[in-house]
């Protein structure tokens, strides 16, 4: 009988283990830590109203360099989007439905966060002029 050379087998992975050292952390004792007080951050919202864009923008410009001589955070002019009213009337009274009139109204709007005011911006901003037709909505976020 011949002999016959037998083949080494082939490595699996099954049969292949690593050997890797676990990696052992020395971990401090945990320090207990205290919440520190919350830092609200307050926030002036002007919201500016107007018929005129204008003399809305010459008011928005205004404000802006009024808070920006108190150097203060000004985020913002944020331009809302434009309301717009409209009516239709007949021309004349009584008869003639055909012939009508159209008109609207457009209010144009921004929006300005002033972060973190302090007093003198406050003050700074409640005794300036605005032209007429200018509306303005100051709220404390």
């Known amino acids: ?66 808070a920006a001589r108190f150097d203060a955070i000004i985020v913002g002019p944020v331009p809302l989007p434009t309301e717009i009213k409209r009516w239709t009337v007949n021309r004349s009274t009584f008869v003639h439905k055909d012939a009508r009139e159209q008109f609207e109204m457009r209010i144009h709007k921004r929006l300005i966060d002033i972060m973190n005011p302090s007093p003198k911006v406050i003050e700074a901003l409640t005794n300036l002029n605005l032209p007429s037709g200018v509306t303005i909505d100051v709220k404390m976020v």
């Open 1 to 66: 009988m011949p002999a016959t050379a037998t083949k080494p087998k082939k490595a699996t992975k099954r049969a292949v283990k690593k050997t890797v050292a676990p990696v052992v952390k020395k971990t401090a004792p945990k320090k207990k830590v205290t919440p520190a007080a919350p830092i609200t951050e307050h926030k002036l919202r002007i919201r500016i109203r107007a018929y005129e864009h204008k003399i809305l923008d010459l008011s928005v410009k205004q404000i802006m360099d009024t």
